[in-house]
């Protein structure tokens, strides 16, 4: 019985029944993953054993291995939401804090209308001008974009629905209006199609756009 109980406070089985909790959510799928970084670590140790200062050395471990600190900001963030998640079912009494270093600073920003027209024109390849009017156009990843079908563009409406019937993404795709410019395109595409995807390239879907959107 102490054995199990032991068990039970122990941040290893915490962040399997953390995981099990989750269900068929993309985040249970990651942590299989990341808890291949953790575990190792802190899996053994109980709740209550986990200082500020293992956090930090974890980080400069990791770090020092080659990964970005991005990565060991999920990582943690994983810890942490698995003994919140303790807390709140009251496997365990008090979470303690896990230290994370901070976010990084995103480069992305939003392109100028000049940029952007600058950013279309540049694109040769009708394919990857279209892919790119969907990008600017939605603000969807280019994933949604590629995996984007006929039936579910919907003309009528005036919408483009990016999600995809049975599948789970990490934070869910949208259903959104079309522009003028993206309608245009899209009527232009469609007269010509040769496949059920929207982007298409000699009669097949594509499966990346990588160096047609460099060279643009």
Known sequence: ETFVAQR???IEYIWEAYRRDLGDKQT????????????????????????????????????ASGKSQGTVHTELGHLRSALVFAQ???????APHIWRPEKPQTDKRILSPVEARALIDGAHDPHVRLAI???LGT?????????LTWDRVDFDNGIINLRIDGSRTRKGR?????????REALSEARRAALTDHVIEYAGRPVKSIRKGFVNA
């Open 139 to 147: 603000g969807a990843r280019i994933g949604a974009v590629l995996d």
């Open 174 to 182: 949208a259903i959104v209006p079309m522009n003028a410019m993206t």
């Open 133 to 135: 009017l969907l990008l």
């Open 8 to 10: 039970r406070l122990s």
């Open 28 to 63: 249970a799928e990651t942590m299989r993953w990341t808890g291949k970084a953790v575990l190792p670590v802190f899996g053994r140790l109980r709740p209550d054993q986990i200082t500020r200062e293992m956090c930090r050395e974890y980080d400069r471990q990791r770090q």
């Open 88 to 94: 709140k079912t009251r496997l365990i009494d008090h």
